[in-house]
């Protein structure tokens, strides 16, 4: 399943698949982003953060991709599970004391 | 040992009160914040702290007082409550002012309705 344009607010998926969720930042002064989760009735957790000198990282069952020419920040999940379901944020910060979030999307796991 | 804790989790209050929400960190970090989350889930940060001294304070009613009476504590003042201050609030941590590099713990969120 994947979320597309500037913002779906949600994403369903069978359980099994691969997750794309977009994120498009809006300040290009942004040089470091971070992907957050947010499972109902918690706060965010921390899942991969990413620099902007580079465009690709890897984390365990989570990529994120970062294309700075269009200013658009992805995150993969792969073989996406139950516990998986929850709301995602893409956060960005250009290199002042402040992370900015973007709107979330909820993704839901089919069984 | 929850890493950051705030309390109450859940608050009902009408309008015109006062109240406080606490928040303490255990993991030693210098830099607190208080993030408010709005009914549409988007997360906007209000205040920063950074060894008790404010940081960060974006365009916040004056009605909204921060606390930092050490590093490890920031608490959250809300004077004349108002039904627009329903929302949950979190209070993160981190282990310095820089984002890049110092992830930010965030509490598990107070939800505030005001009737």
């Known amino acids: 399943g994947e979320s597309v344009g500037l913002h779906l607010p949600t994403l369903s998926v069978q359980e099994g698949d691969n997750s794309i969720i977009n994120c498009a930042y809006s300040?290009?002064?942004?040089?470091?982003f971070i992907w957050y989760k947010q499972e109902s009735g918690k706060g965010p957790q921390f899942i991969i953060d990413?620099?902007?000198?580079?465009d690709k990282r890897q984390g365990q069952r989570v990529t994120v991709l970062l294309n700075k020419t269009v200013k658009h920040l992805s995150l993969q999940i792969a073989a996406t599970q139950p516990g998986d379901s929850a709301v995602y944020f893409c956060?960005?910060?250009?290199?002042?004391?402040?992370?900015?979030f973007g709107a979330g999307t909820t993704v839901t796991v089919r069984a | 040992d929850t890493a950051v804790s705030q309390t109450p989790k859940y608050l009902v209050t009408q309008m015109g009160n006062d109240k406080s929400i606490k928040c303490e960190q255990n993991?030693?970090?210098?830099?607190m914040y208080w993030y408010k989350q709005d009914s549409k889930k988007f997360l906007k940060i209000m205040f920063s702290?950074?060894?008790?001294?404010?940081?960060i304070n974006e365009t916040v009613p004056n009605r909204f007082s921060p606390k930092s009476p050490d590093k490890a504590h920031l608490n959250l003042h809300i004077n004349s409550l108002e039904l627009g201050d329903s929302a949950v609030y979190f209070c993160?941590?981190?282990?310095?002012?820089?984002?890049?590099?110092?992830?930010?713990?965030f509490g598990e969120g107070s939800w505030l309705t005001v009737v």
């Open positions: 956060a960005e910060n250009a290199n002042d004391y402040k992370l900015s």
């Open positions: 993991l030693g970090h210098d830099t």
């Open positions: 993160a941590s981190s282990p310095g002012t820089e984002i890049s590099g110092n992830t930010i713990y």
């Open positions: 300040n290009s002064a942004s040089d470091y």
């Open positions: 990413i620099r902007s000198n580079m």
């Open positions: 702290y950074n060894n008790k001294e404010l940081i």
